[in-house]
């Protein structure tokens, strides 16, 4: 699934940039804390590798439309870990269609301990974010290569397993709503990432609204973005 709000896509003028002195991982854990997430400078390492390694494999694989080192820190690094905003401390997390691997990956960063299951219905990508994760020896992340919509059918195991599950960029909140129900564990929550004036319903199926929190990402790729966070009845 794609979502013509992606903020990665093309159409975003902040995607090009060179800058003299590229994002570390000392420079990340700072940006990271901006935006109110904390971040062991280790993680930052493991983060910035696993970036590298989808940007270099994008040449082959269409992973994301951001093609400029330095955009991709704040779109897809930054943003994920924008997850900080939510206040959550999940101990086992999907990140649903996950598409390049972000921002579950983030997740993984910020929450060592936690399991993290990236999954996408394209094969392609799936095994792309899988050789992306070995390469940063990314520990506790699983790939899993599946239509959402089939998963509690096909994975029994995968039922009401998280306490999380997170999207970016996949569809509309309704839509994900439908498809997190079965995975959701009662009391977890649905963490989505919109643009900032997106719609954020009250209720989304079995789930009510907790949050909906607006950031700025920073140069150069500045814009405003949104994280609405859902709780499952119980």
């Known amino acids: 699934m ?51 390694a989808m940007l270099a494999l994008n040449e082959q ?10 955009a991709a ?77 089939q998963a509690p059918a096909l994975r029994v195991d995968l039922r009401h397993a998280f306490d999380v599950v997170a999207a970016r960029a996949v569809a509309k909140p309704e839509v994900l709503a439908e498809l997190a129900d079965p995975l959701v564990r009662p009391g977890g929550h649905l963490v989505l990432w919109l643009e900032d004036n997106a719609n954020a319903p009250e209720r989304l199926g079995s789930f009510r609204r907790e949050n909906l929190i607006s950031y700025d990402l920073p140069e150069p790729a500045a814009r405003r973005r949104a994280l609405g966070c859902w709780k499952k009845r119980q």
């Open 2 to 52: 794609s979502n013509p709000t992606d903020p990665t896509n093309p159409g975003h003028p902040a995607c090009s940039s060179n800058p003299a002195n590229p994002t570390s991982a000392a420079s990340l854990v700072q940006k990271a804390k901006a935006l109110g997430a904390t971040l062991a400078v280790e993680r930052a390492e493991k983060l910035l590798h696993y970036l590298d």
């Open 73 to 149: 820190v704040v779109l897809h690094a930054l943003d994920g870990l924008a997850f900080a905003q939510s206040g959550l401390h999940p101990r086992h997390v999907l990140d649903l269609g996950s598409g390049n691997g972000f921002p579950g990956v983030c997740i993984a960063a910020m929450h060592p301990g936690a399991s993290v299951v990236l999954m996408d219905k394209t094969g392609k990508k799936v095994r792309a974010i899988g050789t992306c994760l070995m390469t940063a020896k990314f520990d506790a992340v699983e790939t899993v290569h599946m239509d959402a919509a």
């Open 61 to 70: 694989i269409n992973l994301t439309a951001v093609r400029d080192r330095e």
